[in-house]
């Protein structure tokens, strides 16, 4: 079933109808050139749903798309939820369906982050409790639209997390070194190059333009810290946890970036 849940969810932009580009919306800033309201589709949406500027997403002042992740949550909602009719085919379901995509996104997510923690040996005496959890939530992203509407994905979010942190500290404690306990939050444009974090806890952590080159980041909780334009070239990630695609991509990286398994780096590195 692992094998599985990791085929899906991963982004199949092929099978979605552009519902990143549509549902969500966003602000004129270093990520994007204007703003744009939930609901409206980019003009960059083609009619095959296809954006129109996707090779050069970056130069056009579209970086926040580049690092965007669904988890699969796009081609779950266009093909599975509302069976493979799009909003452009019937008008009258446009409105919920864009209301169901961001619910669906936190699901995928949460699988995302159970899927990774099964895969660790190391945490082998929670594999039970994770396994149950994670056919739980896998059930909840089959529920009808106006079920999923209805869930208080918070909720289901704070009972999986206390699992998930439990993941950590024993994946962290196989660090060689005592990890630092006192790793500040925010690490906006910190000079860490070269430096040794194994095992550190950097759950929610700003990094953005943080200095990590050739930085020492086994084993570390990556768990929501926001990596934008964070230096890891040459830096070593294997071995880290909750590390996603969507947080390398953020990140200026290079060939000597080692990342986890799974993981790759952008085009733009």
Not at 230 to 245: C, E
Not at 251 to 265: I, M, S, V, Y
Request: a neutral charge.
């Amino acid at each position: 079933m692992i094998t599985l849940l990791e085929k899906e969810l991963q982004s199949d932009c092929e099978n979605c109808f552009g519902l990143c580009c549509t549902a969500l919306p966003f602000a004129k800033s270093a990520d994007f050139p204007f703003n744009k309201q939930a609901g409206t589709p980019c003009p960059n949406l083609q009619e095959d749903f296809k954006c129109g500027i996707h090779q050069h997403l970056r130069e056009k002042g579209f970086k926040g798309c580049g690092v965007f992740e669904c988890f699969g949550a796009g081609q779950k909602v266009s093909q599975e939820t509302y069976g493979d009719i799009s909003w452009r085919e019937n008008s009258s379901i446009a409105e919920e369906m864009f209301e169901v995509f961001p619910v669906m996104q936190q699901l995928h997510e949460i699988l995302y982050y159970l899927v990774q923690a099964l895969e660790n040996k190391a945490v082998k005496p929670l594999h039970g409790a994770l396994q149950r959890m994670l056919d739980k939530t896998d059930a909840l992203t089959k529920l009808a639209p106006q079920d999923l509407l209805e869930l208080f994905v918070a909720d289901h979010r704070t009972k999986v997390n206390t699992l998930l942190l439990q993941v950590s500290e024993m994946v962290r404690a196989q660090s060689p070194i005592k990890p630092n306990q006192k790793v500040k939050h925010d690490l906006v444009g910190a000079k860490l190059k070269g430096a040794d974090l194994r095992g550190a806890n950097l759950r929610g952590t700003l990094l953005l333009a943080a200095d990590l080159r050739k930085a020492d980041l086994r084993w570390v909780d990556f768990i929501g810290a926001d990596m934008r334009d964070a230096d890891i070239r040459g830096a070593n990630l294997h071995n880290s946890i909750f590390l996603t695609q969507a947080q390398v991509n953020a990140a200026n990286g290079d060939e000597f970036t080692k990342l986890p398994a799974g993981l790759k780096g952008p085009g733009h590195w």
